[in-house]
């Protein structure tokens, strides 16, 4: 069921709600109950496999810790898919489009309450500020 999820790009400068029903890696993508695929804004995290791909920031943090940090921050995992996604429950999220994320995927900055996952992500040193795409979004210490 989840698989089968239609994606949809959410067109930048749109706020939508996103609530999470599987992560696969530490910037995403979050599959989206309501059909969207979120990349998060701002922030590069190791592959999967612990590498990073050429001409972005690359984390000292591996890729299977960097996701684990985002499930956590979603609640927790509840299981894993075929696809290597793990399944979370979340409350919903808060999203601002930044536009298409490559791969069928929505660039957005995403709060959960009152923390903004990037920043989050990157403050806890999970993932690393990427200039070229964080629109001078301050976050503040938490």
């Known amino acids: 069921m989840l698989a089968t999820l239609a994606a949809a790009i959410v067109a930048a400068g749109q706020t939508f709600t996103c609530t999470p029903i599987a992560v696969y890696d530490g910037d995403g993508p979050i599959w989206c109950a309501e059909g969207p695929k979120v990349r998060l ?53 808060r999203c601002l489009s930044v536009g298409w994320g490559k791969w069928e995927r929505t660039a957005a900055w995403c709060s959960l309450g009152r923390v903004d996952l990037s920043c989050a992500m990157a403050g806890d040193g999970y993932a690393l500020r990427w200039p070229r795409y964080d629109g001078a979004r301050v976050c503040r210490r938490r």
């Open 41 to 93: 804004a701002g922030i590069a995290a190791r592959e999967i496999d612990g590498t990073c791909r050429p001409h972005q920031p690359c984390p000292r943090r591996s890729g299977v810790d960097a996701r684990d940090h985002l499930v956590k921050l979603l609640g927790g995992p509840r299981g894993r898919l075929e696809t290597g996604h793990i399944v979370v429950q979340s409350k919903p999220l």
